[in-house]
Nanobody
């Protein structure tokens, strides 16, 4: 069973940058597609970005395109979310997720995702 642990959240000013990390543990972790979601208080969980197990395919939510970049290092079983030009509306708990089928991220929220992390809080001040 794959387990996920997010890190890198914190407080940043609007216009700033932050990088989140998600470390995956488990023998088959590098074979999983991975992605990021976020949930702001009182709002639905929102898809942010996903990357296939090889790193060759990436998919972004409309609200973060051009500002956020997802990447992965399979040698470290870690996926990253580089966030730039941050806005107060980016404030949320960010969750990492993993799934053996990359298309489940594309089908979100219809797709079922197998593994979730505990989340890390990102706060963007104006």
């Amino acid at each position: 069973q794959v387990q996920l642990a997010e890190s890198g959240g914190g407080l940043v000013q609007a216009g700033g940058s932050l990088r989140l990390s998600c470390a995956a543990s488990g023998r088959t972790a590098s074979s999983y597609a991975m992605g990021w979601f976020r949930q702001a208080p009182g709002k639905e969980r929102e898809f942010v970005a996903a990357v296939s197990w090889s790193g060759n395919n990436k998919y972004y939510g409309d609200s973060v395109k051009g500002r956020f970049t997802i990447s992965r290092d399979n040698a470290k079983n870690t996926v990253y979310l580089q966030m730039s030009s941050l806005k107060p509306e980016d404030t949320a708990v960010y969750y990492c997720a993993a799934d053996s089928d990359y298309s489940d991220f594309v089908r979100w929220p219809t797709g079922y995702l197998e593994v979730w992390g505990q989340g890390t809080l990102v706060t963007v001040s104006s």
